[in-house]
């Protein structure tokens, strides 16, 4: 027993010990996930009000509650590490949002077409505007209790209307 003790506070010093593997004084190593660039996938994007984003062949992003409808089937495509490019695979628009935070469909992808994606604590993903910020805040993509999209300006991470769970398509 006193020798495990001794074992246990020997390795807690060395552990402590200037250049140790988890000391906050050591260099760390960048990271590199080329991997994951370039990423295709295909989902249905279902909103935590109940609704699928889709973009209808006139490139209007509006929610629906019919899972099986063409037009909700997204791409999503990895730019780089956490950011994505969406893409309704059914009418080819992108999805977009403008300076004042209005979704739209593009049918050019753009700077406006990029969305940083974040896995959320609770399971869902939220998509903002890498490009767009309101004073300072970034703007979300995010669906209405309506199925109506939701101007980025007037969104914050922690809304609901912004939670999505992207579902595979069978």
Known sequence: MCGRLWLGL?????????????????????????HLEGDVRWRRLFSSTHFFLRVDP????????????PDSVIEIRSIRVGVVALRAVHTGFFVAMSRRGHLYGSRIYSAHCRFRERIEENGYNTYASLRWRQRGRPMFLALDGRGAPRRGDRTRRHHLSTHFLPVLVS
């Open 10 to 34: 020997a390795w807690l010093l060395l552990a402590r010990a200037p250049g140790a593997a988890g000391a906050p004084s050591s260099p760390r190593r960048p990271r590199s996930y080329p």
């Open 58 to 69: 006139s490139g209007r992003v509006q929610g629906t509650r019919w899972r099986h409808t």
